[in-house]
């Protein structure tokens, strides 16, 4: 009999149509399950309604900043959360790790190298969601 495997649940926020689209499009290959918002607002609220697996979100966006990490971070504390924004700097990258994203990057990314961090950030993820860490 096969055991069903848990597709991972990420809410993609970016209010770039395109490069939602674009986003979704690679991690649907990955195999994620996948919920999307275009703005901080849209995303709290998804939070607030079903907690994902792991939040790819943009930064400067309608909503967003580092407050918009913060409310997200109280409403799900053990959630990774990765932040992408393309007007990042050391200052900003430092108030958005302190204000509880799990990892930055600067726009343009590398695909690659989000996959790669979120599948990391995932399987760390379980292992303390499961109690194996």
């Given at each position: 009999?096969?055991?069903?495997?848990?597709?991972?649940?990420?809410?993609?926020?970016?209010?770039?149509?395109?490069?939602?689209?674009?986003?979704?499009?690679?991690?649907?290959?990955?195999?994620?399950?996948?919920?999307?918002?275009?703005?901080?607002?849209?995303?709290?609220?998804?939070?607030?309604?079903?907690?994902?697996?792991?939040?790819?979100?943009?930064?400067?966006?309608?909503?967003?900043?580092?407050?918009?990490?913060?409310?997200?971070?109280?409403?799900?504390?053990?959630?990774?959360?990765?932040?992408?924004?393309?007007?990042?700097?050391?200052?900003?990258?430092?108030?958005?790790?302190?204000?509880?994203?799990?990892a930055y990057f600067?726009?343009?990314?590398?695909?690659?190298?989000?996959?790669?961090?979120?599948?990391?950030?995932?399987?760390?993820?379980?292992?303390?969601?499961?109690?194996?860490?």
């Amino acid at each position: 009999m096969a055991v069903a495997v848990k597709r991972s649940v990420v809410l993609v926020v970016e209010d770039d149509k395109e490069m939602r689209n674009l986003l979704c499009d690679e991690l649907w290959s990955e195999g994620y399950q996948l919920r999307e918002a275009k703005d901080g607002d849209e995303a709290f609220q998804a939070v607030l309604g079903a907690i994902p697996d792991l939040i790819l979100t943009d930064l400067r966006m309608p909503a967003g900043g580092a407050d918009y990490i913060s409310r997200l971070r109280t409403v799900a504390p053990q959630c990774p959360i990765i932040v992408m924004t393309a007007f990042g700097d050391a200052k900003a990258k430092a108030e958005v790790l302190r204000a509880g994203a799990t990892a930055y990057f600067d726009k343009p990314v590398r695909i690659t190298e989000i996959k790669n961090r979120m599948k990391t950030l995932l399987a760390d993820h379980r292992q303390v969601s499961h109690g194996t860490a």
